[in-house]
């Protein structure tokens, strides 16, 4: 699949994931969950729009009648940046010691939680475990609370990964905090939270889903890797068998249900058979990794100046710029390009991956060209800028784009080609007006 050529190749890849529990009315067992734990005292972390909802209050009462005490703190931010994780850490540390972290909300509530998890139990600031060369990179050196997560949003797969996604304002730039122990060790997963998901973040949130598939089901395997020592093995280890099964499914469910999610935002099992894939892409990419389209998209939502869509919150002013592109929508923008690009390293990937999410789409003289155009068509219904254009950037700001997607080396690693700053550059260029 790869032109990749170790002179030790690997032979072991690594799998892990959350305890799962999937359904409509899962979270109705959630004191039962917790108590499992041995919680006494929770913390339950959401956002305003989250919890104007009424969803977390109702969670928040049924666990105190199930005899738990939990303390809520609602101000996580929609795309964390630095400043609001440090502040829910800040409230969680006054709150007083608690036995587990509820998160209730889409990615951006979960990654708070995985932050305050992680420094309620560890010392040190934030920027000491951000991912280098932006912060330090330090590992935790003890265990975190434990972290219970309930996407209310279907996209980020965050319920199932190792990765806490943040904006380092001062830098321009979104990165992450990765490791193991940021895993949650339960993801309760009950659609009918996400009957209230705007038709415009199901749209962008899907498109996260359905790259998170595609680049762990597109990213060099395993196989392609130095062996590695066991103390030096990672979460992303590249595609393997595991990961692309679930990679492959979410494909096939999206195919289905995504347009009709968004269309008809009550249609329950349309919302079930999303949620389910978006689950399922994040047991895969969670191990096998994601690669260009993600790393692209950390300056793209860094850098914007003023474009915001609709169905997402007014900036508070805590990003430094009044813009915001949601991190599906960002990921989206240059996937097709970058597919583009990838489509050598393994050609017969590429075809299948577009023929679980069409079927029926007709080959292009040019094979490489035809998960790009299933990948815009479906941009297209669902409602996706046209472009980078269409959200504010022109060929002018192609090399700030570059210099951000480059610190991305975590994420760059794990692309099925050596990629360059000119392969940055041309995939940008191309995804400035996508039709």
């Not at 969950?33 to 913390?43: F, N, Q």
């Not at 760059?412 to 050596?418: I, N, Q």
Request: proline share 7%; hydrophobic share 45%.
């Amino acid at each position: 699949m790869s032109g990749f050529a170790p002179r030790h190749p690997e032979t072991v890849f690594t799998y892990g994931a959350p305890r799962l529990k999937l359904g409509v009315g899962a979270r109705h067992e959630l004191g039962h969950d917790l108590a499992e734990l041995g919680a006494r005292r929770v913390l339950l972390v959401t956002d305003a729009g989250v919890a104007a909802t009424g969803r977390p209050a109702e969670i928040a009462e049924r666990l105190a009648a199930d005899g738990l005490d939990v303390v809520v703190f609602d101000g996580a931010r929609v795309e964390p940046t630095d400043g609001s994780l440090e502040d829910a850490v800040a409230f969680a540390r006054d709150a007083g010691p608690v036995d587990a972290v509820l998160a209730v909300g889409g990615g951006s509530s979960i990654d708070t939680a995985k932050a305050v998890a992680l420094l309620l139990t560890n010392d040190g600031e934030l920027m000491d475990y951000v991912n280098a060369p932006v912060g330090k990179g330090r590992a935790p050196s003890r265990p975190l609370l434990p972290l219970v997560a309930v996407p209310t949003t279907t996209g980020t797969g965050s319920e199932s990964t190792t990765i806490c996604v943040l904006d380092v304002v001062d830098q321009h730039v979104k990165t992450g905090i990765s490791h193991p122990r940021l895993r949650p060790v339960l993801a309760v997963v009950d659609p009918e939270l996400t009957l209230t998901q705007p038709a415009s973040v199901t749209a962008a949130s899907g498109l996260d889903i359905l790259c998170h598939a595609l680049e762990s089901y597109t990213a060099r395997p395993y196989t392609s890797y130095e062996a590695k020592q066991a103390g030096e093995r990672v979460p992303y280890c590249g595609s393997n068998p595991i990961s692309d099964v679930w990679s492959e499914r979410a494909l096939a469910l999206m195919a289905g249900s995504f347009r009709r999610a968004v269309s008809h935002g009550d249609d329950l099992d349309a919302r079930t058979e999303v949620a389910t894939a978006a689950t399922f892409a994040g047991l895969g990419f969670g191990n096998a990794g994601v690669h260009i389209p993600h790393a692209n998209a950390y300056p793209i939502a860094g850098q914007v100046r003023e474009f915001r869509p609709e169905g997402y919150p007014d900036d508070d002013g805590a990003s430094g710029h009044a813009g915001l592109v949601p991190h599906g929508m960002a990921v989206s923008l240059t996937a097709p390009a970058a597919f583009r690009f990838t489509f050598e390293a393994a050609p017969e990937r590429h075809v299948r991956a577009a023929r679980l999410l069409d079927p029926d789409a007709s080959m292009p003289a040019d094979p490489a060209d035809l998960l790009p155009q299933v990948l815009t068509a479906i941009m297209r219904d669902v409602g996706i800028p046209a472009g980078l254009s269409a959200v504010g950037f022109g060929s002018n700001d192609l090399d700030p784009l570059v210099d951000g997607a480059m610190k991305q080396q975590r994420l760059l690693a794990t692309a099925p080609r050596d990629v360059t700053e000119d392969d940055v550059a041309g995939i940008l260029d191309a995804s400035l007006e996508l039709w």
